[in-house]
């Protein structure tokens, strides 16, 4: 599951102390390949997590129910100034309509 699978959660997962939904978000494309196509597939996913989260997603794991959603995303390739750009956009519209955003590079790309 990936972000090009835009109508699909990739993992949720609930904090120790059981007060926090992470609905997170597998980002595996390389930065500076097809940036255009990559801005678009990840604008798409996000636009829809809360969609998922208020819709169906809700009904069909009634534990979410009261729990604070933040939204996660796992990038596995270090960024470029286009893919910081859109990300640090990206968390300003998620945060100003109340859903905090944690952007995380997987540790072992941090270096590319």
């Known amino acids: 599951m990936t972000i090009e699978q835009k109508d699909v959660v990739d993992l949720i997962a609930i904090s120790a102390e059981g007060a926090v939904a992470y609905l997170i978000i597998s980002d595996h494309l390389k ?3 097809s940036d255009e196509k990559h801005l678009l597939l990840i604008q798409e996913k996000n636009k ?21 959603l933040v939204i996660k995303v796992i990038a596995s390739h270090q960024l470029n100034k286009a893919g910081f750009t859109f990300y640090e956009r990206l968390r300003n519209v998620l945060v100003n309509a109340g859903y905090p955003f944690i952007l995380e590079i997987h540790p072992e790309y941090l270096n590319e």
């Open 48 to 68: 829809r997590i809360p969609i998922f989260y208020w819709g169906g997603l809700i009904n069909a794991r009634p534990y979410l129910i009261g729990k604070r």
């Open 31 to 33: 930065w500076g390949v």
